[in-house]
C-alpha cells in the first residue's frame, strides 16, 4: 500500500503567563534592525496592504510573495523610519512558498545570519521579527509545534513543508524574520486564516537561501509580480489540522503509588492512520508545564476508530503525578495508509 505522510497539528499552546517566563526572552539583534516595513503600490499608484521584509545583503531583501503581488512600485522603511529605500524590482520568486527577493540600491542595514531550519525540533523556543510601523522591532516569543506537509496540495511533493509556530504573527508581520534562541535566522514568518482560525508558520530557511541563490534576470522590474501559480497557504487543510487525529482520555493508573498512564488516539479520517507521534504535556495546578513526554504509536488504526495506549509513564508517582493538574495530548503526526 502506498504511504502518504501527513504530519498535523492540534491548536497552539497560548504563550501567556507563567509559561513565558519558562522560556527566556531574547533581544532581536541583527534581525530586528535587519527588519524593513515594505510600502507597496500597484499600477494605478494605489496602496497595497502593507509587509514586513529582512535585509540578506546590501542590495536584497526577503519578502513573502503576496505582499508584492500585483505591485508596480514600493519602498521599504527602516527602524525608526528615519530611511526609506526605493525598490527597483523583483530579482526571484517562489510563489507556492510565498517567497521573493527584492533588489534595493546599497541598502545601509546589517543582513541577517541564517541558520538551518532542520535543527528546530518541537518545543524550541522561537521569536517572530515583525517592524508593524517603520518604527521599531517587535518581538513575538513562541514555540515549534511541528511540521507541516504539503504533498499533494498545490502541486507540492514529500519535500515541501512549513514549520508550525504558536508565536503570534500579525497580518503586518507577515514576512518578518524568525530567529532561534541564538538570534539566527531560520525563516520567515507567514500567517494564515481559515475559517477563522489563525494557523503561523515559518517559511524553512534553506528555501529562502536557494532562492537567494538561484541566477537573477538581465533587468530587474515588477514585470513579473503577477500570480501564476497557487500558494501552498491557499489551499484548504485547516480542517485536517484541528480534527484528523486526536488524543483523548487520558488516566493515571488505577494504583495511586504508580505514575504510569495510558490514553487514547482517535482516528477520524476515512483510511487507516499508523506511526502517531504524540507529545504529553503535564501541567501543574497555575497552568504552568511541569514536564514533557514524547510517545510514538506504531499501531494501524482503523477508520472512525480509536485505540487505548499500552501503559506508558514512569514508576514512581512523585517524579510528575503529584505535581500534574491537568495534562495534554498534542499529536504531532501521523502517516495516512492509502
Known sequence: MKIRLLILFSFALNITGSFAQYIKPIAPGTA???????????????????????????????VNFHTIENSASGVAVTKGGNARYKISGLVNK??????????????????????????????????????????????????????????????????????????TVQPVGNGGPVVNKNGEVVGMAASVDKKGTLFNFIIPS??????????????????????????????????????????????????????????SIQNNLSKPVRNIKCLIIFYNSTQFPLETEAIAISQTISPKLSIRTDILGRPRRNEVRDLTFWTEIRILGFEVVE
Open 32 to 62: 530586528g534592525v535587519s527588519t524593513v516595513l515594505l510600502l507597496m503600490r500597484d499600477e494605478f499608484d494605489n496602496p497595497l496592504p502593507m509587509g514586513n521584509g529582512f535585509v540578506v545583503d546590501e542590495n536584497h531583501i526577503i
Open 206 to 263: 534553506g528555501y529562502i537561501q536557494k532562492l537567494i541563490l538561484k541566477k537573477p534576470p538581465k533587468v530587474i522590474s515588477f514585470a513579473k509580480t503577477k500570480r501564476t501559480k497557487s500558494s501552498f497557504f491557499s489551499s484548504d487543510w485547516s480542517k485536517s489540522l484541528r480534527e484528523a487525529v486526536i488524543g483523548t482520555s487520558f488516566k493515571f493508573d488505577s494504583n495511586p503509588n504508580t505514575g504510569f498512564y495510558n490514553f
Open 94 to 167: 517562489d510563489e507556492k512558498r510565498d517567497i521573493a527577493v527584492l533588489y534595493i540600491e546599497n541598502i545601509d542595514l546589517k543582513p541577517v545570519i541564517f541558520c538551518d531550519s532542520v535543527t528546530l525540533e518541537p518545543g524550541d523556543p522561537v521569536y517572530a521579527i515583525s517592524n508593524p510601523k517603520g518604527l521599531e522591532a517587535v518581538t513575538e516569543l513562541g514555540i515549534v509545534n511541528g511540521v507541516v506537509n504539503f504533498k499533494g496540495i498545490s502541486g507540492g511533493t514529500k519535500r515541501d513543508s512549513m514549520i508550525q509556530i504558536t508565536a
